[in-house]
């Protein structure tokens, strides 16, 4: 069945570092792929998202990169801030419809 | 406007008791999905309706959950009874129409069974 990989599980960086978190996928079918924030005790929340017929999407500090051929997209966060830490989620809608979360990224940012 | 609102945050029982949690979803949007998410873990769907139908129930655990959507708005969740194992956040989302669309998700309510 459609599976997400994602990595890091965790990760630090200093404040005004970069941090990418990368996710796979098996389901070649899958056409829109979300990333979720979600502070602690908070609701997940969509920072941006990407649908297939791209394979490059910014917003300000943050970009998503997509590879259909290979399978994965990346999140990028540029200039990372001390508000940036969080756990962030990449998903991917399958062919049914259905959202499948990858198992998270615990991502902190030291100042 | 106002997010999707779900009550209670958080819920201690005792195992074998029954819960139920209440969601509200954006107003206007026809889809509404209630999803589990274990400590460390992405949430993982366990409902989805489309208006008042639910179109993907294929994760829901059929012999300790329920859930309706009786007017197409609000939706609740009930477990009867409780297990140790369903300790967990409760999220409910809602999207404007169809699966394609963005999911917008509430606070949770986190359950604790003793």
């Known amino acids: 069945g459609e599976n997400v990989e994602q990595h890091p599980s965790t990760l630090s960086v200093q404040e005004g570092d970069s941090a990418v978190i990368k996710c796979t996928y098996s389901?070649?079918?899958?056409?829109?792929f979300p990333w979720y924030k979600q502070e602690l005790g908070k609701r997940p929340q969509l920072i941006i998202d990407?649908?297939?017929?791209?394979g490059e999407k910014k917003d300000q500090r943050i970009a998503v990169t997509l590879n259909k051929t290979a399978k994965h997209f990346s999140l990028h966060i540029t200039e990372t801030q001390p508000e940036d830490s969080a756990v962030y989620f990449c998903a991917l809608r399958n062919q049914g419809g259905k959202l499948i979360f990858g198992q998270g990224t615990e991502l902190s940012v030291k100042p | 406007e106002a997010g999707v609102v779900q009550s209670p945050r958080y819920k201690i029982i005792e195992k074998k008791q029954p819960v139920a949690f209440w969601c509200n979803p954006i107003?206007?949007?026809?889809?509404l999905y209630w999803y589990l998410q274990n400590l460390g873990q992405g949430p993982e769907l366990l409902i989805r309706y489309e208006n008042e139908e639910a179109v993907d129930d294929s994760q829901l655990p059929k012999d300790r959950f329920s859930a309706e959507r009786l007017k197409g708005v609000d939706s609740t969740l009930k477990i009867q009874p409780a297990e140790l194992g369903d300790s967990a956040v409760y999220l409910c989302?809602?999207?404007?129409?169809?699966?394609?669309?963005?999911?917008?998700f509430g606070a949770g309510t986190r359950l604790s069974v003793l």
């Open positions: 389901d070649s079918a899958s056409n829109y």
């Open positions: 990407i649908r297939s017929n791209v």
């Open positions: 107003s206007g949007h026809n889809t």
């Open positions: 989302a809602s999207s404007r129409g169809g699966q394609g669309d963005i999911q917008y």
